[in-house]
């Protein structure tokens, strides 16, 4: 995603409505936060994705022979027209969804990921080609177009084959995801969007408004929290290592009081006993930095294992 300046609002109805009305509620919704001063471009979603309860099935394409024990399952998800554009994802081939594709009973049409048009499809184009859910066999879906992929719950997750579905043709449980591509600060949409919410439909109700860059760090909270425990442990490690180096420095001066008296005995100045005493304190840092380096270039190979992008 491109996750720069994109708002998300989360509607639910406090009370079931019917599939049709849902449909008129967010038609009006998404055409009246798009005509808002500031919004480039809106759409929708179902949010059980980005949470973790996505939708998932068992796919099959037509002309694609599985092996044997192949997992064959993909992830669903159902969207609205300007989705990708929205959201800022890349469409590689064919078409996104159009008004034909956004209405309740309209063709089976699909977009499906990258991911997925390997595994069916290999080099192939996919667009025109059709697929199906293995338990439902006579329901064959159109593959209007072929969006980059792109992950939704981990940064740590590997791309899943994913097709798209046009929102308004399943039938929705009232809660859904409307996404805003707006300019300027994403922050100062928030009192606007219930505003409208509340002037179409006293029923539903906002239950969350976040930016999808938020979105993002959030799922990197884990990480984060490593992060400053690691400052914090290497923070300590110095203070430690400079309280150690001083009390070794600090008894040595003390064993050596006698040699030390001797030298200033023969000429030594203050400076000659101070260049002495810090030589062997920098002998002490080098060799253990030296030490230290080694070490971190050895244990860099395990480190990446922790890492991506």
Do not use: K
């Not at 308004?168 to 809660?175: A, K």
């Not at 938020?214 to 984060?224: F, M």
């Not at 008296?261 to 253990?288: F, N, P, Y």
């Amino acid at each position: 995603f491109d996750t720069a300046n994109v708002v998300l609002v989360d509607v639910a109805f406090d009370r079931p409505a019917d599939a049709a009305f849902q449909f008129g509620f967010y038609h009006e919704l998404t055409a009246r936060l798009g005509g808002r001063p500031g919004v480039r471009s809106t759409s929708l979603f179902d949010s059980g994705m980005m949470s973790g309860r996505g939708w998932s099935d068992r796919v099959l394409a037509d002309g694609f022979t599985p092996a044997p024990d192949q997992d064959l399952h993909c992830l669903g998800m159902m969207v609205g027209a300007r989705f990708f554009e929205t959201l800022g994802m890349r469409l590689l081939a064919g078409r996104d969804f159009g008004p034909a594709d956004d209405v309740g009973g309209g063709p089976r049409n699909a977009v499906i990921n990258q991911a997925m048009a390997r595994r069916y499809f290999g080099e192939a184009n996919p667009v025109g080609r059709t697929f199906y859910f293995r338990n439902r066999p006579s329901e064959r879906y159109e593959i209007i177009g072929v969006v980059g992929d792109a992950i939704y719950r981990s940064l740590r997750e590997t791309p899943a084959p994913t097709f798209y579905m046009p929102f308004y043709q399943v039938s929705r449980d009232g809660h859904a995801t409307v996404a805003l591509r707006v300019t300027g600060e994403p922050a100062g949409f928030a009192g606007d969007v219930r505003g409208v919410v509340r002037a179409i439909e006293p029923r539903a109700e906002v239950t969350a408004i976040r930016t999808l860059a938020n979105v993002v760090d959030g799922t990197l909270r884990n990480e984060w929290t490593l992060a400053q425990f690691g400052t914090l442990f290497g923070a300590v490690a110095l203070a430690l290592t400079a309280l150690g180096i001083y009390g070794v420095l600090a008894f040595s001066v003390v064993q050596r009081t006698r040699e030390i008296g001797v030298r200033v005995a023969l000429g030594a100045s203050r400076t000659d006993v101070v260049t002495l005493v810090i030589r062997q304190g920098l002998g002490l840092v080098t060799l253990g930095a030296g030490l230290g380096l080694i070490a971190a270039f050895a244990l860099a190979r395990f480190v990446t294992r922790l890492l991506y992008g």
